[in-house]
Every structure is written in C-alpha cells, then in structure tokens.
C-alpha cells in the first residue's frame, strides 16, 4: 500500500494559511463574510489535519523498519505534528467562540496566535518536504534530487539536533 499522508499534508497547511488570512483581512475591511471564512476554513483546517495526523502515523508504524537513520527526522516531524494539532484544537474552540458572538471579529491576540499556529504549519510543511526529497523518507531513494542529500541533511540536523 503506498503513503496515505501525502495525499492530505496540503489541505490543513493551505486551510491554516487562509483562515489566517481570511481573519485578518475580515478585521481590517470589517466584513463579516470574510470572518466567516476564516473561521470555516480553520474548521477545516482541524478536520484534515486529524487525517493528516492519522494517516501520518499510520504511514510511519508501517515503514519504522525500513526507515533507518531517516526514522529520528520522522519521529520528530510526528512531535511537531502533535503539537500543531494541539495548537490547531485550542485555535479552532477560540475561533468557534469568537464566531459565535454578536461581533464575530477576531482580535489581535487571536491573530497573533494564529500567526504562530500558520508559521508552525508551515514550518512542518517544508520539514516535512526536506525529509521526502532530501532523505528520501517514506520513497524509494533515487539518488536524483536536485542536489546531494547531504546537503539536506545538514539542514534537517540544524533542527533535529537542536531539539534533543
């Protein structure tokens, strides 16, 4: 059976960046088809990436063996990923209540937050790709990246190690 994750890693990540946006634009133009979105949209956001999470952990007991010095970068992506679903559930209940009052808006201590929440998507999102195409994690390494997979290393180390 090939990866299940990778076919789900895109629409939280897209989804966080949007509501995000949506949010902010919605409190600057006042409009509340805007606020809707982002709030929406992080709903969304929460229900994929408990897919994503899900299959993300089904995908990595399933290849653990195979994955030799590849697995610390994948443990760690799965910490990081836990964490972001956490940030994700909190961010998500906050919204949903701010949604749900008369006004709608976010404030700037929301934004904030989930300025923080879309940079760690994001921050897992291009972590995750370094591990795929620079270690070949959950692929057949090829050998035919656009540069050498040491390369790729050193910078998966910089942030791996840092974290031990």
């Given at each position: 059976?090939?990866?299940l994750h990778p076919a789900f890693v895109h629409f939280p990540i897209a989804l966080v960046v949007f509501s995000f946006l949506a949010?902010?634009?919605?409190?600057?133009?006042r409009k509340a088809?805007?606020?809707a979105t982002g709030a929406w949209c992080l709903l969304g956001a929460l229900i994929f990436?408990?897919?994503t999470a899900a299959t993300g952990y089904y995908d990595m007991t399933r290849t653990r063996a195979v994955l030799g010095e590849t697995f610390?970068?994948?443990?760690f992506h799965m910490d990081v990923g836990w964490i972001l679903v956490g940030a994700v559930v909190v961010l998500t209940a906050w919204r949903l209540v701010l949604y749900y009052r008369r006004d709608r808006s976010p404030g700037v201590l929301y934004l904030i937050a989930a300025l923080l929440v879309m940079g760690l998507a994001l921050f897992q999102g291009w972590y995750g790709g370094e591990m795929v195409y620079s270690q070949g994690a959950g692929v057949a390494a090829t050998g035919k990246g656009?540069?050498?997979?040491?390369?790729?290393?050193?910078?998966?180390?910089?942030?791996?190690k840092s974290g031990d």
């Open positions: 059976m090939p990866p949010d902010l634009l919605g409190r600057l133009s088809s805007l606020r990436g408990a897919i610390r970068y994948v443990d656009t540069e050498p997979a040491a390369n790729g290393k050193q910078r998966l180390d910089k942030i791996t």
